[in-house]
């Protein structure tokens, strides 16, 4: 069993002990901080380089965020991680990588909001900027700037304490560039993310 199946199977067994044990209600004026680990699933057929079929890697890392709730029932929420080390391959070739650093502007739907209840869970859309890092020496890759929508739920430990766990989908796509500065090809992916952790409410 891989470690996020083994994360992810901790997370849902605490979540059904602990979380019956207290309830809460999201309301107006709620503040809070996520953190957490996820794995980024790349897919297949990520773009291309020089001609050449791209493929990137799947990666995991630490992630991180912070939100405010308008109303009992909508919010805004601004997320990101740790940078996310990608490994490429094109036409064969590998032992390269490259950095992904996502930033995610979400606005979420909580639909218990305003009632108590264990489990609140959320929808969310919002606005996806990607910087890219570390390249292959002689390239670069621009940023990129897409839609983003994820869905979640938090697990009432307490008043104030919840466990997280959500799935998030991106848009990324941005041109790959020579030296010279002249474009060569394209990352263009649609990340699929699933994640775990903690909220905390203030």
Do not use: C, W
Request: proline share 2%; net charge negative; aromatic share 8%.
């Amino acid at each position: 069993m891989s470690k996020m199946k083994l994360i992810t199977a901790a997370i849902v067994s605490a979540s059904a002990f602990m979380a019956s044990q207290a309830a809460m209600a999201y309301e107006a004026g709620d503040v809070f901080v996520r953190g957490g680990v996820a794995q980024t699933d790349t897919g297949s057929g990520n773009g291309n380089v020089g001609g050449a079929d791209l493929n990137v890697q799947s990666a995991r890392g630490f992630t991180y965020g912070a939100g405010y709730l308008f109303s009992d029932k909508v919010g805004v929420e601004l997320n990101s991680s740790e940078k996310f080390e990608h490994d490429l391959s094109a036409a064969g070739a590998s032992g390269v990588s490259v950095d992904r650093l996502p930033v995610n502007l979400l606005v979420n739907y909580y639909p218990m909001g305003g009632l108590d209840s264990k489990v609140q869970p959320y929808v969310g859309v919002g606005l996806n900027y990607t910087r890219f890092s570390s390249e292959p020496t002689g390239l670069s890759i621009d940023e990129s700037y897409g839609a983003i929508g994820q869905a979640g739920v938090d697990l009432a430990v307490t008043d104030n304490v919840m466990l997280n766990g959500y799935v998030s989908y991106a848009d990324v796509s941005a041109d790959i560039n020579n030296a010279a500065g002249a474009t060569i090809g394209e990352v263009d992916m649609e990340p699929v993310t699933i994640g775990g952790g903690i909220t905390y409410r203030f």
